[in-house]
């Protein structure tokens, strides 16, 4: 039998690539694995068409880079603990993950990566778009460098996935997000991370889970943060990727960004997501309860 090997296309100039050549259904060769695996780290975001796997294929593919990471707020797929629902239906107005953000950030230990299965597309509409903080990092001044070399960041997902944060307010998201009585800890990450896998020094902020600067006030904090977000936003550190049925985008949550664009209301979209573990982030420390005064 004839074996097609893998191949690896860059998608964009910032990151990604796209991986043809490889049947997910089945294990990975150690040759073409090693191969997609220094894909994932160049790129930062690795994509498959026209993978149709079974709910026990997606968890095996998973398995094959690390044990999974359960996420806690997200509702699983029926029978399958290991997969959460990433699910819009016609009659639901807010979609999950629609900002800037990077999955599990404010975990002690955050994911090593987030595989996304797409099950249901919308005809048009409902794109991913991903961003390389490697690269917002070594586009700032040396200055700026200087200056966040110091600094860590408090990360949360209270005022995400807490009884009082933006998931509770929203009136039709039941049975999509639950368990916000896990939504308390706090964590401290540095904001210029070193990627465990790559070396690579990473900007380790976020719009959506990053709460403050350790040590500073969130009114303090701000002004720089929004200053980092607007530059890690430019066009040129992202790439936007359009779902099939079969799709599959495999991210770097200690590299990239994520943003799933919310353009395609009355119309389903569901997706299977699968979070695996990552290896903790020098110095990263975790912190019990935001100091009161910062905490506003
Ligand atoms: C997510 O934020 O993990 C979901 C992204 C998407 O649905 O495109």
Known sequence: MSHT????????????????????????????FAVIRQAFHDHGVIFFRDQILTPEQHIAFARQWAPIDINRFFKAVPGYPEIAEVRKEPEQTTNIGGG?????????????????????????????????????????????????????????????????????????????????????QEVVHPVVIRHPDTGRKTLYVNPAFTL????????ESEGLLQTLYRHAMKPEFSCRFSWAPGSIAFW???????YALNDYQGQRRLMHRITVQGSPIPPAASVSAAPQSAAH
């Open 212 to 219: 403050r600067f350790d040590g500073w006030t969130m009114q």
């Open 252 to 258: 770097d949550n200690r590299a990239t960004w994520h």
């Open 100 to 184: 800037w953000h990077t999955d599990h950030s404010y975990d002690t230990v955050p994911a090593m990566g987030s595989i996304l299965l797409a099950r249901e597309t919308p005809p048009s509409g409902g794109d991913t778009l991903f961003a390389h903080m490697g690269r917002a990092y070594d586009a700032l001044s040396e200055g700026m460098k200087r200056t966040l070399e110091g600094l860590q960041a408090v990360h949360g997902s209270a005022h995400i996935f807490g009884d009082k944060g933006h998931h509770a307010r929203k009136t039709d998201n039941s049975g999509r997000i639950g368990n916000e009585a896990a939504a308390t």
């Open 5 to 32: 090997p893998v191949s690896v296309a860059p998608f964009s100039s910032a990151l990604g690539a796209v991986i043809s050549g490889v049947d997910l259904s089945r294990p990975i060769a150690a040759p073409d």
